[in-house]
């Protein structure tokens, strides 16, 4: 059963058990915010592991990134053979007892190993199913995908290419984490509809759609309309100059969006006759001559040090802060503050910079995470909760279904 030890029994999802059979980013991101309000995560893995464990950076230990420490802290990890029928009876065992099953497989592998959402709901009718795919229905219907493949064909490498003149993914797997976010909110609506309705559902999540649709609703634009009023593309965004400005040693990030602001900023640069002039003395005007207003920004702006416009800025009321570099950000004052980097030991890996969740939730209460496990590390004791005896779980491990690093 799963943990309800007087830290864990404040969690939103105490209680909650979850069979995450996803992998990389999207759905192992979705599964550690459950982990992170109480939920019991099994993390079923292949016998190489999840290949986070291996392509995200160097560890002290082989297999234990510190991306994946991040995406998968709080979860179980069990190895099981799902091309036999054992490991995937095994699967259905864990389904019966679980409320959230997490997949990221294309669909033919999905049928082929039988975890569709009608087979494993004969198992267990209020199980909520949530499959995370690449494409829904459609001519991509079976293609691989990843976050960069999803980046370009959603057009979201084009919006680069728009503002600077080469197509460019963004360097932050923003399709798997913003998709992840979308399959949490997904499954947490669908367990509140249990409790009305006693049943679980299938949901699918599908990452190209979603992040089209998101593309879309920003750059549409005077394109919404039709006839068009516009070609596509926010000009506020994507203008060449839409940019961290910089100043004379060095950068600074700012946005001006209403009046206010903007007349402000006019003000500020030295330049108040722009509060008058048609091209800029109002929101739709600047909106429609963004490539003027930046680059008359970029001019005065050159002028002052960083230190002397965040002052100017922060006096009138301007939304700016600095500019922040890798290494920077892990000393902003506010990052700081807010405790967001804490240095844990993990049983593996020694002394980490774990990462606290910055939402604040006033019954929230404390759930005491597990650190992110070793490859397989609890196989052992999941397959004794799913009812195994120590005769089957040694046969199991024996014949290679039960990954050998499980302990």
């Known amino acids: 059963m799963p943990d309800a030890s007087p830290t864990r029994a404040q969690g939103a999802l105490t209680g909650i058990r979850v069979l995450d059979l996803t992998s990389a980013v999207v759905g192992p991101y979705a599964s550690k915010i459950m982990a992170d309000h109480g939920a019991d995560v099994i993390k079923v893995e292949a016998a190489d592991g999840d290949v986070i464990r291996w392509i995200a950076g160097p560890s002290p230990t082989p297999g234990m990134s510190g991306k994946f420490l991040h995406l998968n802290r709080g979860k179980r990890s069990i190895v099981l053979d799902l091309k036999r029928p054992e490991g995937r009876e095994a ?217 002397e416009w965040l002052a100017l800025l922060k006096e009138a009321d301007i939304p700016a802060m600095p500019y922040n570099t890798l290494d920077s950000l892990r000393t902003d004052p506010q990052v700081q503050a807010a405790g967001l980097l804490k240095a844990v030991e993990h049983p593996s890996e020694g002394r980490i910079w774990d990462l606290a969740d910055p939402t604040q939730m006033s019954a929230r209460g404390g759930v005491s995470a597990r650190p992110a496990p070793r490859l397989g590390e609890h196989g052992r004791e999941i397959l004794a909760e799913a009812g195994y005896a120590p005769e089957e779980i040694e046969a199991f491990s024996a014949a290679g279904i039960l990954g050998s690093n499980s302990v």
């Open 91 to 307: 699967v259905m065992r864990l389904v019966a007892r679980t409320d959230v099953l997490l997949i990221n497989m294309r669909p033919q592998a999905v049928q082929r190993l039988g975890l569709d959402y009608e087979t494993v709901a004969e198992r267990n009718p209020r199980l909520v199913y949530c499959a995370m795919v690449g494409f829904g229905p459609g001519p991509y219907r079976d293609t691989p995908a990843y976050d960069s493949i999803i980046q370009g064909g959603a057009g979201v490498a084009a919006l680069a290419e728009m503002a600077t003149g080469e197509p460019r993914y963004v360097p932050y797997v923003v399709a798997d984490r913003t998709v992840g976010l979308m399959a949490l909110n997904a499954v947490m609506m669908a367990l509140f509809q249990r409790e009305r309705t006693g049943t679980g559902q299938r949901i699918e999540v599908p990452m190209f759609e979603n992040m089209a649709a998101l593309v879309l609703s920003e750059h549409l634009y005077g394109a919404t309309f039709d006839p068009p009023l516009s070609q596509p593309g926010d000009l506020r965004l994507i203008d060449p100059q839409a940019k961290p400005v910089k100043t004379l040693d060095g950068y600074v990030c700012l946005t001006t969006n209403t009046d206010a602001q903007a007349f402000a900023l006019m003000r500020v640069m030295g330049r108040p006759e722009m509060q008058t002039d048609p091209r800029f003395c109002t929101k739709q005007a600047r909106a429609a001559h963004s490539r003027e207003y930046f680059a008359i920004r970029a001019q005065e702006m050159a002028k002052r040090t960083t230190a």
